[in-house]
């Protein structure tokens, strides 16, 4: 790719980020990525103090912009891709999300001195960038994300790790790619690197992803799959058995909840799952076939969609909020895609395409405002543990 083809100048991006107040750029050694653009965001220059701390880094040939923050104790990244004008990188250094004051003991402060203790702003920045560099376990491993998650990188076959099913009578090409923002643990997020440096190298693009906050399953091309760890472990043992399976046998839809709970759907109609027995009862009575599947904050709660737009619900967790706007629209049998959450988010999708959301974070539902300010349109939002989430989008 030549300087002509990146989606943002970075001479436009560092003019528009000098008028964004207490926004700070971040020298970087020059050879190491000329398109990398690095800021920290929060610093107040009245009193020189580090105050919301981001570190935002704008990767301008591929228009990815990676906000690393802190929240409840732990470093959380928040990805948007395919940026390409400045209005909204000043909108992400104007406001990234949800961010929260570094604790003083990891940037240096002794006993003796006020949590308000005036520094300079070279040495706010420094101390900032040293304590994010801590939590972080490694100073550019943001940078290392991002790299990851462009579509022009490549892993070299000795270095993956990640266990994962592929189908060898693949095309080269698969299904129109997603586009997804996502925020989850960083305990978490070296195991999606790899899942997505794996389908990358291969390649493919990625038509379906799943989380629950802890495990994460990715569908790829026409008919592969990989997945983290951490999924539900039967899940994890039946994708195990797909090395060698025909295409028809492999994922087409999978849903992940907590408490080992999971749908996954097949190429050939057939479904497996793990559930409550009024899913197994509505699943296994019906003869219409389930488009999506979700899980609710207590074990028996449930929601099914089946592909003619009508669906089933139940369950002691099922949102008010959700019942009301069911209510509300007649309960119409006309759903795309319903997902529930551990905490009792829910997403709703009608076939019109219109949305609906709630009981989210703030940080979520100014995630999901921005895209649709942007203009683009919410394919599903999937809920996990400790307020994580993913969103796909066109």
């Known amino acids: ?23 700070k750029e971040v020298l970087l050694t020059p050879d190491l990525n000329p398109a990398l653009c690095s800021f920290l965001v929060g610093i107040d220059d009245s009193g020189c103090q580090v105050q919301n701390l981001a570190r935002v880094n704008v990767y301008a040939d591929t ?20 940026i390409s004008d400045l209005n909204s990188v000043e909108g992400i250094l104007r406001n990234p999300p949800t961010i929260t004051i570094i ?25 900032a960038d040293v304590g994010l560099a801590i939590l972080q376990g490694e100073k550019e491993k943001l940078r290392m994300h991002l790299e990851a998650l462009d579509d022009r990188s490549t892993l070299d076959d000795s270095s993956r790790s990640v266990t994962s099913v592929t189908s060898r009578s693949e095309s080269s090409l698969g299904l129109a790619g997603i586009e997804f923002q996502f925020s989850l643990p960083p305990h978490n997020m070296k195991h999606v690197d790899q899942c997505l440096g794996e389908i990358i190298a291969m390649n493919k693009v990625v038509r379906g992803v799943a989380t629950n906050g802890k495990g994460t399953v990715f569908l790829y091309g026409n008919a592969g799959v990989a997945y983290t760890p951490n999924i539900p472990r039967p899940l994890y043992s039946k994708l195990s058995q797909l090395r060698s399976s025909a295409i ?14 999971y749908f996954v759907s097949f190429h050939d109609a057939t479904f497996a799952f793990k559930g409550p027995k009024g899913l197994e009862r509505d699943l296994k009575n019906s003869p219409k076939t389930p488009r999506s599947v979700a899980f609710g904050s207590t074990f028996d709660t449930y929601f099914i969609v089946f592909d003619d737009g009508s669906w089933k619900c139940q369950g002691r967790g099922l949102p008010k909020e959700l ?15 319903v ?52 969103i796909s989008y066109d």
Not at 1 to 23: F, H, N
């Open 1 to 23: 790719m030549t300087r002509k083809d990146w989606k943002l100048d970075p001479e436009a991006v560092r003019r528009r980020a000098a008028s964004v107040q207490g926004c």
């Open 63 to 82: 228009g990815t912009i990676g906000t690393c923050r802190i929240q409840q104790g732990e470093v959380r990244e928040v990805f948007r891709r395919n």
């Open 103 to 127: 604790d003083e003991n990891i940037v240096g402060m002794t006993d003796t001195e006020s949590p308000t203790t005036k520094v300079s702003l070279q040495t706010g920045i420094e101390l």
């Open 248 to 261: 028809t046998h492999r994922p087409r839809y999978v849903s992940l909840g907590t408490r080992d709970r």
């Open 323 to 337: 019942e009301e706007k069911l209510a509300t629209r007649g309960d119409r049998d006309d759903l795309t895609i």
């Open 339 to 390: 997902n529930l959450g551990p905490a009792g988010e829910w997403f709703l999708r009608a076939n019109d395409g219109k949305t609906w959301w709630g009981n989210v974070s703030e940080e979520l539902n100014t995630a999901i405002n921005d895209l649709t300010n942007e203009g683009h349109y919410l394919s599903f939002v999937d809920f996990g543990v400790d307020g994580s989430y993913l």
